[in-house]
């Protein structure tokens, strides 16, 4: 009897295995079975070439201007530019004054004008250079020396800028162009004030010139440098 327990307890731990096995203890824990996800086939992504990678790309070079070669100076033009500086080392010219000048000295218009072009001469500066040895030697009013360098060929303009820069006094440029008169000639009083005036000088400075030189002795009215 006691085998036939021990059968029987075997079977029934056997039984109650295999029922475990299929059914849970709890019911009420079970969940439905989970429905499967729908597998999606892996897309390719579309053979899109990848961006190109930008080159730098070097600015354009700013080309090197070339200085266009010097003109060939030939030998006559050559001298004429010596000659050119080599006279207005010396004395005052006025553009067309050197141009003549080196005419004269036998040189073509061509290169009397290339001489004076390229003679380095600051033309204002030479009308005020000549403008101080005109009234170093002689008397000049302003506006005489204005005609002046105008007939030395300077222009308007120079023959104004050498006046105003001169240095000149023109009150004592009425004596010295009063006293000059009269070393040659005798003048009365008011016919010296009469070619001061003549001469370009204002009213006021003749008549100041003038008066310094006049004796009140004079019995005729005229005036000596004594």
């Known amino acids: 009897h006691l085998c036939d327990r021990r059968q029987r307890q075997m079977c029934i731990r056997d039984r109650c295995t295999a029922f475990r096995r299929t059914v849970s203890p709890f019911p009420w824990m079970t969940s439905a079975p989970a429905t499967p996800k729908p597998t999606v086939a892996p897309t390719k992504a579309p053979n899109t070439p990848a961006p190109a990678t930008p080159v730098p790309t070097k600015a354009p070079s700013t080309p090197i201007p070339t200085s266009a070669p010097a003109a060939s100076e030939t030998t006559s033009q050559r001298n004429a530019v010596k000659s050119a500086k080599s006279y207005i080392k010396y004395m005052a010219f006025s553009y067309e004054g050197l141009i003549s000048q080196l005419e004269y000295e036998q040189y073509s218009h061509e290169d009397a004008v290339y001489g004076a072009d390229n003679c380095g001469a600051d033309w204002m500066e030479q009308a005020v250079k000549s403008a101080k ?20 060929k300077f222009t308007s303009a120079q023959a104004q800028y050498g006046a105003d820069n001169c240095g000149a006094d023109w009150m004592e440029q009425a004596v010295k162009s009063a006293k000059s008169y009269l070393t040659y ?18 009213h006021e400075q003749a008549v100041y010139g003038v008066c310094l030189l006049y004796t009140s002795d004079a019995a005729d009215d005229r005036i000596s440098v004594d």
Do not use: H, P, V, W
Request: charged fraction near 20%; aromatic fraction near 22%.
């Open 185 to 202: 000639m005798s003048f009365s009083r008011s016919g010296l004030i009469d070619q001061l005036e003549y001469e370009g000088f204002t």
């Open 133 to 152: 040895s005109y009234i170093n030697y002689m008397a000049f009013s302003y506006k005489g020396l204005i005609k002046q360098l105008e007939y030395e």
